[in-house]
């Protein structure tokens, strides 16, 4: 028996109110928010915001209120001109620091920028509460008057916070591309160059990453603009350092315009473009041992697709990938990989093997004795197998006088189809990117043919599905299938976002089951208590 690390992935993109189609954008996390920030739409740059929360799982698009006309100090050289456009911007960097969300620098589309905003998002949650589908929510924006060795215009460079302070290195202004490392703080709106360091600077580049552990930043490939990097560089915070790493492994080919997080001392990897395609493999970076891996994904439905320039951001226990380019098109999609460690042990491939050998006779008429009838057609079954996995089943077949024909009525073909395939192979394909309605109708037919396993699966996949708008509707299912693992986190979800889905259709809906609202009733008084 062996542990290790799977990354197990669910596809987020049904949600409505998701920003428009994007890339070089960023997104950082703050609290239970993703916010998502301008980016390139293909055509023009963009100065829009949105935020995704992650509990609610729910879009929010933000109202960005730029102040334009901010107090400047005396030392700067002169006053901004701002307009509500002065925000629009891709291939810039951000970060937070105190629920500011800072913004800098980057390309609007005609020039190159320098500038720094800063987006305050501490009422955030608040501000989301009982808010309707729809509604902006406005968040103050100033123009950050910024003093000492302010970084000259540039795009597609990094910038990783440790401790208080932002560090950002690289980019490119049109003619150049930067190798120095600068540091800003933002507590007294200082920038400083870190110069004359020890060992030897990375090449300059741009459209690279850079991530942190709390001591060292770690560099990570980019292009030259002529040359595409698969290097690693660690720059040490406390001697002021910089080592080029001998790296070990299955090293990923070199690109730009990927996207990296940190986790548990390892750097994830996903995406990029070398020059000729954009790539879709998972690569993981461990610090100590300053290896390369290719990181196995679960995909329940289909892998994420290729692309390049998207964001991906860590929160808790998961990461989160949005937009980008695959070359043809702008995308806005967004995925969740999550961390799961498992425990396997070397019967696995056996079992495996007997789910596929036993797959082979799913609708196959051949050696077949008796069928099941829904929505009018006739689906070839074999009786063993039936008996085997469902004690409805094993009861049925067991009369003194056995159906040839098990009548499954009410149900529609496609979930039965569904119950079919993973009573023979113990798994049902691309499951996961089914919608609620289709889950519930399966959560319902196993209920009723008493297959646990199955009950199981679909409310594992049904409870990261529980939204605003549907939090009800599941309520009402698990109460009707007899879900109680759903049911609890139905209760959970509708206890921590009353004021929310007490505005959705679906709540009017509960009337009709009054055990249920007996319940929230309770649920409601306790929390007061």
């Given amino acids: 028996m062996s542990n290790y690390t799977r990354l197990t992935h669910t596809e987020l993109s049904a949600i409505p109110g998701a920003p428009s189609p994007r890339a070089a954008h960023t997104c950082d996390a703050?609290?239970?928010?993703?916010?998502?920030f301008g980016g390139w739409s293909g055509k023009v740059a963009l100065g829009d915001a949105y935020a995704y929360h992650t509990k609610k799982r729910r879009w929010y698009g933000l109202n960005l209120c730029l102040d334009l006309n901010p107090n400047i100090s005396s030392s700067?050289?002169?006053?901004?001109?701002?307009?509500?456009?002065?925000?629009?911007r891709n291939n810039h960097v951000s970060s937070v620091h105190n629920n500011e969300l800072y913004i800098h620098a980057g390309h609007d589309g005609n020039q190159w920028l320098s500038d720094m905003y800063a987006l305050d998002v501490s009422f955030l949650e608040d501000s989301v509460s009982g808010l309707q589908f729809g509604q902006l929510v406005d968040i103050p924006v100033r123009y950050v008057d910024a003093i000492g060795?302010?970084?000259?215009?540039?795009a597609c460079h990094s910038m990783t916070r440790v401790g208080d302070c932002f560090y950002t290195f690289g980019g490119y202004d049109g003619s150049q591309c930067f190798n120095d490392l600068e540091v800003f703080d933002p507590s007294i709106s200082t920038w400083s160059k870190l110069s004359k360091p020890h060992g030897k600077k990375p090449p300059a580049r741009n459209a690279h990453t850079m991530v942190s552990d709390g001591r060292?930043?770690?560099?990570?490939?980019?292009h030259s603009g002529s040359v595409h990097f698969d290097d690693v560089y660690t720059y040490t915070i406390s001697s002021h350092t910089w080592t080029k790493v001998k790296l070990?492994?299955?090293?990923?080919?070199?690109?730009?315009?990927h996207s990296t997080a940190f986790y548990h001392q390892e750097v994830y990897m996903f995406g990029g473009f070398n020059g000729d395609e954009p790539f879709n493999t998972f690569y993981v970076y461990n610090l100590r041992s300053c290896t390369w891996g290719i990181q196995d994904v679960y995909y329940e439905s289909s892998s994420i697709s290729k692309r390049q320039r998207c964001s991906m951001v860590q929160v808790g226990d998961s990461l989160y990938i949005f937009g980008g380019f695959n070359g043809k098109h702008w995308l806005n999609d967004l995925h969740t990989i999550k961390y799961q460690s498992i425990q396997a042990s070397h019967s696995d491939d056996s079992l495996a093997a007997l789910a596929k050998n036993l797959g082979q006779f799913m609708n196959n008429s051949r050696f077949s004795d008796v069928s099941i009838s829904a929505a009018g057609k006739e689906i070839p079954a074999h009786s063993v197998i039936l008996a085997a996995n469902s004690t409805y089943f094993h009861d049925l077949l067991?009369?003194?006088?056995?159906?040839?024909?098990?009548?499954?009525?009410?149900?529609s073909l496609d979930a039965?189809?569904?119950?079919?395939?993973?009573?023979y192979t113990s798994k049902i394909d691309d499951f996961s990117s089914n919608n609620h309605y289709r889950i519930c109708e399966v959560l319902g037919l196993a209920d009723s043919c008493n297959l646990d396993k199955l009950k199981s699966m679909c409310e594992e996949l049904l409870v990261p599905k529980i939204d605003i708008d549907n939090a009800c509707y599941l309520l009402k299912s698990s109460k009707l299938y007899n879900a109680d693992y759903l049911r609890q986190c139905c209760f959970d979800f509708i206890s921590e976002n009353a004021a929310d889905v007490m505005l959705t259709p679906g709540f009017e809906e509960l009337s009709s089951v009054p055990s249920l609202v007996m319940e929230l009733a309770k649920l409601s008084i306790n929390k007061t208590a």
């Fill in 416 to 423: 039965v189809m569904k119950l079919v395939e993973f009573i």
């Fill in 398 to 411: 067991t009369k003194e006088d056995p159906p040839s024909v098990i009548e499954l009525n009410g149900w």
């Fill in 248 to 257: 070990d492994g299955f090293i990923p080919p070199p690109v730009r315009g």
């Fill in 216 to 222: 060292n930043l770690f560099l990570i490939g980019g």
């Fill in 30 to 36: 703050v609290g239970n928010f993703l916010i998502v």
């Fill in 149 to 154: 060795k302010v970084p000259s215009k540039r």
């Fill in 76 to 88: 700067s050289k002169k006053r901004p001109k701002l307009t509500p456009s002065s925000l629009i």
